[in-house]
């Protein structure tokens, strides 16, 4: 289990403030990825929400473009794919709420020993990832960053007090 009985209470707790501000709560939602406790949650503010079903979005974007929702949000996802590229251009929604890692120059990118799904591919530059939704056709409507502090003692928990980790876009179709 990914987050083994905790969650990134930050991290949602600000993905969904940022969604709310930009997306209606009555609108209809394909999340990338499996069903995850981030799901739930945006279907107890009311959102309609239903998610891809565990196949290689690199591979089949079936799901993707055969979706009608109004919406797609991508938290946390672009960073596992080698072609977040495919992706976001097979998006048939106008309006897209996005989120990932920003890549931190004191730590190198995030791999799981045990779960082969559970690889940074890519950890973005804030500057990367705008350039590549804008190559895919979208334009940033709004952005946010924030950190990731831990309780950990030592030079790296530091720096993750003053440095943000997490960088959420809204944007729309061109």
Same mark, same amino acid.
């Given at each position: #289990? #990914?987050? /083994? @009985?905790? *969650?990134?209470?930050?991290?949602?707790?600000?993905?969904?403030?940022?969604?709310?501000?930009?997306?209606? &709560?009555?609108?209809?939602?394909?999340?990338? @990825?499996?069903?995850?406790? =981030?799901? /739930?949650? #945006?279907?107890?503010?009311?959102?309609?929400?239903?998610?891809?079903?565990? &196949?290689?979005?690199?591979?089949?974007?079936?799901?993707?473009?055969?979706?009608?929702?109004?919406?797609?949000?991508?938290?946390?996802?672009? /960073?596992?794919? !080698?072609? $977040?590229?495919?992706? !976001?251009?097979?998006?048939?929604?106008?309006? !897209?709420?996005?989120?990932?890692? !920003?890549?931190?120059?004191?730590?190198?990118?995030?791999?799981?020993?045990?779960?082969?799904?559970? +690889?940074?591919?890519? &950890? =973005?530059?804030?500057?990367? =990832?705008?350039?590549?939704?804008?190559?895919?056709?979208?334009?940033?409507?709004?952005?946010?960053?924030?950190?990731? $502090?831990?309780?950990?003692? @030592?030079?790296?928990?530091?720096?993750?007090? =003053?440095?943000? +980790? *997490? *960088?959420?876009? *809204?944007?729309?179709?061109?």
């Amino acid at each position: #289990m #990914m987050y /083994e @009985g905790t *969650y990134p209470n930050k991290r949602y707790k600000k993905t969904i403030e940022f969604l709310k501000k930009h997306v209606s &709560e009555n609108a209809s939602i394909l999340d990338l @990825g499996v069903s995850n406790p =981030f799901s /739930e949650i #945006m279907k107890q503010q009311g959102y309609a929400v239903e998610n891809t079903k565990g &196949e290689d979005l690199d591979i089949d974007t079936s799901s993707i473009s055969n979706s009608n929702t109004e919406v797609v949000t991508a938290f946390e996802i672009f /960073e596992h794919l !080698l072609s $977040p590229f495919t992706v !976001l251009k097979s998006i048939k929604s106008d309006k !897209l709420v996005a989120s990932v890692p !920003l890549k931190l120059w004191f730590s190198s990118a995030y791999r799981s020993k045990t779960d082969m799904r559970d +690889r940074h591919y890519h &950890e =973005f530059e804030d500057w990367q =990832f705008d350039w590549l939704l804008e190559k895919a056709g979208w334009k940033i409507k709004a952005r946010e960053k924030w950190t990731n $502090p831990t309780k950990k003692i @030592g030079v790296r928990p530091i720096l993750r007090w =003053f440095t943000p +980790r *997490y *960088y959420i876009v *809204y944007a729309e179709r061109v």
